[in-house]
């Protein structure tokens, strides 16, 4: 089974901080994701990778960044976090070519106080 | 408009009942389209995956897809209350970059015993 692991599940930060959430998959995946999930506006991409050190904003990549050093792990970085960053962020693998199908991790609740 | 249209629910129903689950879509370009299903406070999990039209069976689940019309459908036969969950719909195109997916907001499904 495809396993993808987030490192926290629940993280409270304040206002200002750099903060990182890290995934990990097991399966030799070329593509990572980061969404981030909200009530009433469903699942929003932030950031995307098809490719060791490469990255492609998504639909809301402001006050984030990623970093890719290696093809396994997909870092989600908030540079300066703010109170309407505090959501549930979730991220994904996908084999690439044909295969669209996404392997969810199991989510980070991120508070921002 | 958004892309990708599902049917908002809540949704309540008693156990054994045929449910379905509707999304409809305007990008004509979709080939690949997934059911996931997410349980309260974890990450999504695919459910099933097709990339053609017509009907597609996995045990009580079956996903059908109709590209003429742009909707897909997911029923759940024998409903059990283990199915109470938040359905999310999602499509990707074809190509290099399929691996990123466009999700419905989802319906939250409550199957009562």
């Known amino acids: 089974d495809v396993k993808v692991t987030q490192s926290s599940r629940y993280l409270v930060k304040r206002t200002g901080e750099k903060v990182f959430l890290e995934c990990v998959q097991d399966?030799?995946?070329?593509?990572m994701f980061w969404y981030r999930q909200d009530p009433g506006l469903g699942l929003r991409l932030i950031y995307f990778s098809y490719d060791v050190k490469m990255k492609e904003k998504g639909d809301i990549p402001e006050g984030y960044s990623v970093s890719r050093e290696k093809k396994e792990r997909f870092s989600l970085i908030l540079e300066s976090a703010s109170t309407n960053q505090t959501s549930m962020y979730l991220c994904a693998s996908s084999q690439g070519g044909v295969r669209t199908e996404a392997f969810f991790g199991q989510g980070t609740r991120l508070t921002v106080v | 408009q958004k892309e990708v249209e599902q049917d908002p629910g809540p949704l309540s129903v008693p156990e054994g009942a045929i449910v379905s689950l509707n999304c409809t879509y305007s990008?004509?370009?979709?080939?690949?389209f997934m059911w996931y299903r997410q349980y309260s406070r974890k990450g999504p999990e695919l459910l099933m995956y097709t990339y053609s039209s017509g009907n597609k069976e996995d045990g009580r689940f079956t996903a059908q897809v109709d590209k003429s019309s742009k909707y897909i459908s997911l029923f759940i036969r024998d409903s059990q209350p283990s199915d109470s969950a938040t359905y999310l719909c999602a499509m990707s195109l074809s190509g290099t970059n399929a691996g990123k997916s466009t999700f419905g907001d989802g319906t939250t499904l409550t199957v009562k015993p």
């Open positions: 990008n004509s370009a979709f080939q690949y």
């Open positions: 399966m030799d995946h070329e593509n």
